[in-house]
């Protein structure tokens, strides 16, 4: 029973780059997000999707591209990284919209 | 604009006492309010949830209490067990897809 699973667990990334942070989840929920927490502070959400096909913006989405071609993936994509993406990613599912969601282990993202 | 807030980073009780970690929130258009708990170096894991036509909702030694005139919901432990030691988050939403999440509280249980 994998769950949510994200990979890299780690990255140090320069600025400029760019890099994939991988999500797929093995339930069969309709619906991922994508969320950010920085030290100190709440988790933010990036992006989300409500199935295959579908996506939207959530709170801080600027320098974050996503697709969902797939149930099971939600990758989410850093074009020219910046220091201020430095954060630990989390990448979540669920099956409905009011119920509680899975999180995946995070990723820790560095920026230098 | 910080709809959900958490106003104490941390809190310390002693093993077999009761811990209560609170949360606030500004819209009124929430209808949904969660509670979820993390270790270091894992995800959030859901505790327990409550919708805004109840006041209270109990899962074991977790209960959570919502005050929707005060715009405040509390979790209560009781008894309270070092492997309860973690960050808790509250959590809201409106119509359930997107929910925000407040600063988090760091509960230390001491044995």
């Known amino acids: 029973n994998a769950g949510v699973t994200q990979t890299p667990k780690f990255r140090i990334l320069k600025i400029g780059q760019s890099m994939t942070l991988q999500c797929t989840q093995d339930?069969?929920?309709?619906?991922m997000y994508w969320y950010r927490q920085d030290p100190g502070m709440g988790l933010k959400l990036i992006y989300y999707s409500v199935g295959a096909g579908i996506t939207d913006k959530g709170e801080v989405p600027n320098g974050y591209n996503v697709s969902r071609s797939t149930t099971e993936d939600f990758p989410l994509r850093l074009e020219l990284a910046a220091p201020s993406q430095t954060s630990v990613y989390f990448c979540?599912?669920?099956?409905?919209?009011?119920?509680?969601?899975?999180f995946g282990s995070g990723t820790r993202l560095t920026v230098v | 604009d910080q709809q959900v807030k958490q106003n104490s980073p941390s809190l310390s009780v002693q093993e077999g006492r009761i811990s209560i970690l609170n949360c606030d929130y500004t819209?009124?258009?929430?209808?949904?309010f969660l509670w979820y708990k993390k270790y270091p170096a894992e995800g959030p894991t859901f505790l327990i949830s409550?919708?805004?036509?109840?006041d209270k909702n109990e899962d074991g030694r977790f209960t959570v209490f919502l005050n929707k005139s005060a715009k405040h919901l509390s979790l209560h432990i009781v008894p309270s067990q070092p492997g309860d030691s973690a960050v808790y988050f509250c959590?809201?939403?409106?119509?359930?897809?997107?929910?925000?999440f407040g600063t988090g509280t760091l509960l230390a249980v001491q044995p």
């Open positions: 979540a599912s669920s099956r409905g919209q009011v119920e509680g969601y899975t």
């Open positions: 339930m069969n929920h309709n619906y």
């Open positions: 819209n009124s258009m929430f209808d949904y």
């Open positions: 959590a809201a939403t409106r119509g359930g897809n997107k929910l925000i």
């Open positions: 409550i919708s805004s036509i109840k």
